[in-house]
């Protein structure tokens, strides 16, 4: 019952995602192909309802529900996001798919998308796996 929220918030999540056509492979193929500025555009309102929000965060101190500053650590550059960032990127483009949306994909009956999470859980554990050996 303490999970019940979370249920809740990731169902509500899925409705947002399907009606916007986030999952829809049709929407991600025109983005990739710059045939629509659709994905662009919410892609570009996350981006900057996320600065808008993180610069509030950071300049009012706000604290978490059980009154914890909230603290945001800069990150370091490394090469590893460039080339983390382009397959991720190349996985999203050939498999009409990322990790969020795949789950509302299989939700609205795309049967497919149950062989892109065990492919996206095989990579997760691979990463897991190598850690170590890459660089940092």
Same mark, same amino acid.
């Given at each position: ?18 009606k916007?056509e986030?999952?829809? %492979? %049709?929407?991600? =193929?025109?983005?990739?192909?710059? =045939?629509?500025? *659709? ?39 490394? *090469?590893?996001? %460039?080339?983390g ?19 509302? =994909? ?18 997760? %554990? ?9 660089? *940092?």
């Amino acid at each position: 019952m303490k999970n019940l929220k979370y249920l809740v918030l990731g169902v509500l999540f899925g409705i947002i995602l399907t009606k916007s056509e986030v999952v829809s %492979w %049709w929407r991600i =193929q025109e983005m990739f192909r710059f =045939q629509s500025f *659709h994905m662009y555009g919410i892609i570009g309102s996350a981006i900057v309802v996320g600065l808008i929000s993180i610069q509030l965060i950071k300049r009012n101190r706000l604290k978490t529900i059980n009154g914890e500053e909230i603290s945001i650590a800069d990150k370091k550059y490394n *090469h590893g996001t %460039w080339i983390g960032g382009t397959i991720f990127g190349l996985g999203w483009a050939l498999t009409g798919a990322c990790p969020g949306p795949m789950f509302a =994909q299989l939700g609205s009956g795309v049967a497919g998308a149950a062989v892109l999470i065990l492919a996206a859980l095989a990579g997760t %554990w691979t990463y897991s796996a190598l850690r170590e050996k890459l660089p *940092h």
